[in-house]
């Protein structure tokens, strides 16, 4: 089974990204075919600084490899080494209903808090439906975010067939309902948006500032705590597996419990959790050429898959005479 997904590179990465997304990825490389990629394109409707993009695609690229993605085990590319995509992009374009992209949150989201709107923003799911279908792509892992720009893959899918025959595999969302939205220190979505990040890679006295400022409730030491609408819980909880939440689930119901001694657990979970990734990312950092090649050597992968797939819809939208 193929299983795709791709990251933007911008920015520092928080836990939401790494359980809501990166984790599950990187485990499918084990057992099924894995195609993952780094979507710089898409990374150009937030960001119009060409050094940056450069720079948070090379460590984008270091995050992934460091925290255990095998490009022997997977197909792992930078978007825009395979151009094909921006033509599959404006085929799909047509089998894609205004009012499709109109109804998308997250471009509302985004023109609510502010955003300029243009074309790219708009036009944004019909890239992604592009990437994943130009790969056949059977499943496709995302974070609850991201469910709705997958209907779209699936409705432009299902209408391109229509007209054409079974070309494009119709792709699956995966939405692990687990970690489906990891929270922030403030209980929202953990979002770079919301600036209510723990990130990763983080020196020791940020990532314990960071930790530090989960917002908890005032109910006094000497009460019973309720797990289930607590920041920190909620967050610790994805470091541990399912005993050590049945007693985490104890200490928090037995009163006593100070939210700052949990705060400082979770502080050396994570620090721990996370120290030999931030070696491993600074090695790959320090060798850029030998980033550049890995690259290189995926996008070759990939464009294979994607030409074959081209190839059938050039030709089945007369663009080969
Ligand atoms: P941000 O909201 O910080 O800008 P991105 O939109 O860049 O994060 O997210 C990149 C990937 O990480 C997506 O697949 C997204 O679904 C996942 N993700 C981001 N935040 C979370 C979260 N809080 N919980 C679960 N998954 C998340
Ligand atoms: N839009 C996704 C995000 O911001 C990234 C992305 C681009 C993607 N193309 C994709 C995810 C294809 C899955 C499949 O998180």
Known sequence: MRVLSGIQPSGSLHLGNFFGMMKKMIDYQEHEDLFCFIAN??????LAD???????????????????LDPEKSTFWVQSDIPEVQELTWILSNFTPMGLLERCHSYKDK?????KPNHGLFAYPVLMAADILLFQSDKVPVGKDQKQHLEVARDIAIKYNNVYGDVFTVPEPEIDEDVAT???????????????????FLDEKALRKQVMRIVTDPTPVEEPKNPKTCNVFQIYRLFLDQQGVEELTQRYLTPGLRYGDVKQELFETTRDFFAPYTER????????????KTL??????ARYIANKTLRKVRKKGGLIY
């Open 111 to 115: 023109v609510a808090q502010g955003v």
């Open 50 to 68: 060409g050094k940056s993009l450069a720079t948070g695609t090379l460590e984008a690229a270091a995050n992934f490899l460091a925290l255990g």
């Open 296 to 301: 290189a050597t995926g996008a070759e992968k």
């Open 182 to 200: 990891v929270p922030g220190l403030d209980g929202r979505k953990m979002s770079k948006s919301y600036g209510n990040t723990i990130d990763l």
């Open 281 to 292: 990312r600074k090695e790959f950092l320090s060798d850029p050429g030998g980033l550049r």
């Open 41 to 46: 394109y898409h990374a150009m409707t937030s």
